[in-house]
């Protein structure tokens, strides 16, 4: 009888495809739990206190350090050496602008091709002069080398009162971000289909957000740049405050999951909200509320940016 009343529903044809959609649903989700903690796992291996924010904060002092390498971040086609540079500082220093920290100095890591040509090194230099000189930064060091490909690898040093982290997020409070999130993502995919973007692209010319954090640091509760996607990154900030999200309003893929975006995710107390509305305006950074930090657990619903099988 069960087996009569299901087929008229579905026939077999229908069945089959609902099976395989439903395979390949749990098996995406799995694989991306799987990679995505990869990451996860080798962190753990040196866990201790200083570890689990955008940088490390040792007596007034903040240490961050990321890798931008061709290939992996960028290719040479999309953008100039000008743009590689100065973009791998903006990333570098997004992490201590997101911590309320003010950078000071630079340590640079640069493994440059040996068909590189002195033309080539200046648009370097200048993209990491240049914002470097913008946000007050003095490059002290680093390393060269020879190597395959473009490969950049930065240490900033900030100095910090109170630092914005991760983990001090509380259940009932606002969680917002700034600005727009899904340009970068929209622009990339561009990239790799062989197109051209903007020179003004989010992707290439990004846009951090200290004077807003400046602003408004004594009513943040915790805070973080979205580097990998709203997603990924509020899954971040959920193992971090030991929160989950109740949502206000519907975030599509395309703007959750869109990595590199270098805007702020906060959280602050409901009493605050108009208060941070005003200052967000006076910094002419949209501010964008959309959940609630409860006590039910979160699942990311992005795959890995960093590690992929």
């Given at each position: 009888?069960?087996?009569?009343?299901?087929?008229?529903?579905?026939?077999?044809?229908?069945?089959?495809l609902l099976l395989v959609n439903v395979y390949l649903s749990v098996y995406s989700l799995v694989k991306g739990f799987y990679t995505l903690n990869l990451e996860n796992y080798f962190i753990s291996l040196f866990q201790?206190?200083?570890?689990?924010?955008?940088?490390?904060v040792i007596d007034g002092f903040v240490y961050s350090k990321d890798a931008f390498f061709e290939n992996v971040h960028f290719k040479t086609s999309w953008m100039s050496y000008y743009q590689i540079a100065s973009k791998s500082m903006f990333v570098n220093i997004s992490d201590a602008i997101a911590m309320n920290a003010t950078p000071k100095y630079a340590l640079l890591s640069v493994a440059m091709p040996s068909c590189i040509s002195k033309h080539e090194m200046k648009d370097l230099a200048d993209g990491f002069k240049d914002v470097a000189a913008k946000f007050g930064i003095q490059i002290i060091g680093g390393d060269t080398i020879s190597n395959i490909?473009?490969?950049?690898?930065?240490?900033?040093?900030?100095?910090?009162?109170?630092?914005?982290?991760?983990?001090?997020?509380?259940?009932?409070?606002?969680i917002a971000y700034t600005g727009t999130l899904g340009k970068s993502a929209k622009d990339l995919k561009r990239l790799l289909s062989g197109g051209k973007i903007h020179k003004r692209s989010k992707f290439v010319d990004i846009q951090l957000r200290d004077t807003f954090v400046r602003n408004t640091q004594r009513f943040l509760t915790a805070g973080m740049d979205i580097s990998d996607g709203l997603f990924s990154d509020l899954n971040k900030l959920s193992e971090s405050s030991k929160i989950g999200y109740k949502f206000s309003r519907c975030i599509g893929k395309n703007i959750g999951c869109s990595g590199e975006e270098y805007e702020m995710l906060i959280s602050f107390s409901p009493r605050?909200?108009?208060?941070?509305?005003?200052?967000?305006?006076?910094?002419?950074?949209?501010?964008n509320i959309f959940a609630r930090a409860t006590r039910n657990r979160y699942i990311n619903r992005c795959k890995s940016h960093h590690f992929k099988r």
């Open positions: 009888m069960f087996q009569n009343v299901f087929l008229k529903c579905y026939n077999v044809r229908h069945f089959i201790n206190k200083h570890i689990g924010d955008d940088g490390a490909k473009l490969d950049i690898t930065i240490t900033i040093i900030s100095t910090v009162q109170k630092p914005l982290l991760r983990n001090t997020a509380k259940v009932g409070e606002v605050d909200i108009k208060t941070l509305k005003r200052r967000a305006l006076q910094s002419r950074t949209p501010l």
